[in-house]
């Protein structure tokens, strides 16, 4: 039985992870740090924090695994800078609080086409954050790397949902790696990553996420 970390618990494909997290046989605990409140859960630790300031010292950081699916979108953030503070800096500095304090599997919610050379601001982010998560020294590290993402968003974002629209009409001509991946599957992905801790790096593509 393992304590389960899931960091954007509240995201459409965190909320996925969270609730998958708490139903696993496997699992005895999960830690959910949220901005605001969940609904409670016996096997639910849920701190509300500041991410902007987060207390990297508290006890509740010693999990056997983390499941990480924080991001956001340059329209919410507003600007480069604070994209990159959600994408890049707050994914390290939870890999690095739950590292400390013992967490031997870090499972990511990367992006399809993270890269260090993108001209590309979103892809370059992803893979400069895959690179720093490198570089940590995680026991086991799982970088999830799905296209465009399917489910129901409680923020609306029309050119995904436009996107995603031509991409289901036109699936039967597209590579699977372009084809939409539904958000429970890249959470299930992503839980079984960090539960098994295969030791070592491993990189999963979008067409090998079921």
């Given at each position: 039985?393992?304590?389960?970390?899931?960091?954007?618990?509240?995201?459409?494909?965190?909320?996925?992870?969270?609730?998958?997290?708490?139903?696993?046989?496997?699992?005895?605990?999960?830690?959910?740090?949220?901005?605001?409140?969940?609904?409670?859960?016996?096997?639910?630790?849920?701190?509300?924090?500041?991410?902007?300031?987060?207390?990297?010292q508290?006890?509740?950081?010693?999990?056997?695994?983390?499941?990480?699916?924080?991001?956001?979108?340059?329209?919410?953030?507003?600007?480069?800078?604070?994209?990159?503070?959600?994408?890049?800096?707050?994914p390290?500095?939870?890999?690095?609080?739950?590292?400390?304090?013992?967490?031997?599997?870090?499972?990511?919610?990367?992006?399809?086409?993270?890269?260090?050379?993108?001209?590309?601001?979103?892809?370059?982010?992803?893979?400069?954050?895959?690179?720093?998560?490198?570089?940590?020294?995680?026991?086991?590290?799982?970088?999830?790397?799905?296209?465009?993402?399917?489910?129901d968003?409680?923020?609306?974002?029309?050119?995904?949902?436009?996107?995603?629209?031509?991409?289901?009409?036109?699936?039967?001509?597209?590579?699977?790696?372009?084809?939409?991946?539904?958000?429970?599957?890249?959470?299930?992905?992503?839980?079984?990553?960090?539960?098994?801790a295969?030791?070592?790096?491993?990189?999963?593509?979008?067409?090998?996420?079921?």
């Amino acid at each position: 039985m393992k304590t389960v970390m899931v960091a954007g618990a509240t995201g459409l494909v965190g909320s996925h992870a969270l609730r998958q997290a708490l139903a696993h046989p496997q699992v005895a605990r999960v830690v959910a740090p949220t901005r605001r409140a969940l609904p409670s859960h016996p096997k639910l630790l849920n701190p509300v924090v500041d991410f902007e300031r987060l207390p990297e010292q508290a006890e509740w950081w010693a999990v056997n695994a983390v499941v990480c699916t924080i991001g956001t979108t340059m329209k919410a953030a507003g600007s480069r800078e604070a994209f990159y503070r959600v994408d890049h800096d707050l994914p390290l500095r939870v890999a690095q609080c739950a590292l400390r304090q013992g967490a031997q599997a870090f499972a990511f919610n990367s992006a399809l086409g993270a890269d260090l050379r993108s001209r590309v601001f979103y892809s370059r982010t992803k893979g400069e954050v895959e690179r720093d998560l490198l570089a940590l020294g995680y026991p086991s590290l799982t970088l999830v790397r799905p296209g465009l993402i399917g489910g129901d968003r409680l923020e609306q974002r029309p050119l995904e949902r436009l996107s995603i629209g031509l991409t289901q009409a036109l699936r039967p001509l597209l590579p699977a790696r372009w084809r939409v991946v539904p958000a429970e599957a890249i959470a299930r992905t992503l839980l079984e990553a960090a539960l098994v801790a295969t030791p070592g790096v491993r990189v999963v593509m979008s067409e090998d996420i079921a």
